[in-house]
């Protein structure tokens, strides 16, 4: 003879089992923020070590840090981010490290840039590269838009370049031709306070999303 089980004769055994499944669904979901954050701290504790932007790290301190770009990549909370997190990308976001040797990086021949910031408006509509090469005196911005490629990447085209000295006293101003200078970016982790990429020759970007709007950007 086969014993059915029924919920409407086992009310009391059914919460339980409810319940306990609940709490251990909850319990999980703890553990593995409580990892990210742990991650993520160590994370960026690397990146503040090779400041600016990475441009001071070792061999091994490269392969650190990209270790800890993949443990974060495994667990991201948001693995669709291009087409149901549009609020993760708006806003102004700082790069702190990146693999990339040239401007995109921080870097510009000789120099290395003050800061090198993104402002995202309305995603995808618009994005603004800024870097401060010496604040006050030159200053780059790079004009661009997305197009939505997958679930996790995007194409991001160049539209224009302004070249700003002097605080913005004489500007210079390219507009890019079509087809217009392109690339891709693969959207490697995302939260609400960071962004880990993978652009399209391979270079990673940590790119840390401001706490406050009121921080001023260096001019």
Known sequence: MKLRFSPSR?????????????????ANLSTAESLRGKTKAELLALCDEVAPFGTRASVEQHDAIKEKIMELASCTPNPSPCTTRADLFNGVHDSVYSTNPGSSGGRFGPLTAAAVYQTIVNFPSSLVNTAVVVPGLLRADLQADFDILSEDQVRVNFRSATLSLFGGLLKSTKQFGVPNAAGTWKILYVDEDLRLLRANKGSLFVIKRRSSTSDRNPV
């Open 10 to 26: 086992c009310p009391n055994l059914w919460r339980r089992t409810i319940r306990t499944a609940s709490v251990t669904r909850v």
